[in-house]
């Protein structure tokens, strides 16, 4: 192969990449949107709303968190972090608690009301994948979930290299 031959192969791949790439943001768009609002459904029959929902989920992955933590993690200012907790706590979803390390520092605390509703939600949620997937051949669902890391992983990766030159 000449390296003319090569450059020709790259500015190919170069076009179809550009065409692709304008395909993928809207279709992940529109994807991201339908579950968004199938979510927002299924949070209808629950006491807990879609922030909230976020919120006891990172409690959930990360353990105990304060409200700094739990703020950075839901990208919402810490006022807004402390009333979301409030009503979160009234509804017994979650508690505060003094960590034993330093008794001067409160984490955030999932009951099991708040463990519950998640991992209820997550099932119906995962039921609705389930249904929209079930004309899917396995072997393209296993590929799709593969893609799905491959660009979850990417990303990622893109963050954490942003946050080291910021």
């Given at each position: 192969?000449?390296?003319?031959?090569?450059?020709?192969?790259c500015v190919?791949?170069?076009?179809?990449?550009?065409?692709?790439?304008?395909?993928?943001?809207?279709?992940?768009?529109?994807?991201?949107?339908?579950?968004?609002?199938?979510?927002?459904?299924?949070?209808?029959?629950?006491?807990?709303?879609?922030?909230?929902?976020?919120?006891?989920?990172?409690?959930?992955?990360?353990?105990?968190?304060?409200?700094?933590?739990?703020?950075?993690?839901?990208?919402?200012?810490?006022?807004?972090?402390?009333?979301?907790?409030?009503?979160?706590?009234?509804?017994?979803?979650?508690?505060?608690?003094?960590?034993?390390?330093?008794?001067?520092?409160?984490?955030?605390?999932?009951?099991?009301?708040?463990?519950?509703?998640?991992?209820?939600?997550?099932?119906?949620?995962?039921?609705?994948?389930?249904?929209?997937?079930?004309?899917v051949p396995?072997?393209?669902?296993?590929?799709?979930?593969?893609?799905l890391h491959?660009?979850?992983?990417?990303?990622?990766?893109?963050?954490?290299?942003?946050?080291?030159?910021?």
């Amino acid at each position: 192969m000449k390296d003319n031959d090569f450059d020709e192969e790259c500015v190919q791949l170069s076009k179809r990449t550009i065409t692709v790439i304008p395909e993928i943001e809207k279709e992940l768009r529109y994807i991201s949107g339908i579950i968004k609002q199938q979510g927002r459904e299924i949070l209808n029959h629950y006491p807990i709303t879609p922030q909230q929902f976020v919120a006891v989920q990172w409690l959930l992955e990360k353990g105990d968190l304060t409200i700094g933590e739990l703020s950075d993690h839901i990208h919402l200012a810490c006022s807004t972090t402390t009333d979301l907790v409030d009503r979160m706590e009234k509804n017994n979803l979650v508690e505060r608690v003094k960590d034993p390390k330093d008794r001067r520092v409160v984490r955030i605390h999932v009951l099991e009301k708040g463990t519950h509703i998640i991992h209820e939600v997550i099932e119906k949620r995962q039921g609705y994948l389930e249904k929209v997937l079930k004309n899917v051949p396995e072997e393209q669902v296993e590929t799709l979930n593969d893609l799905l890391h491959m660009l979850h992983d990417e990303m990622r990766s893109i963050c954490d290299q942003e946050k080291e030159t910021s």
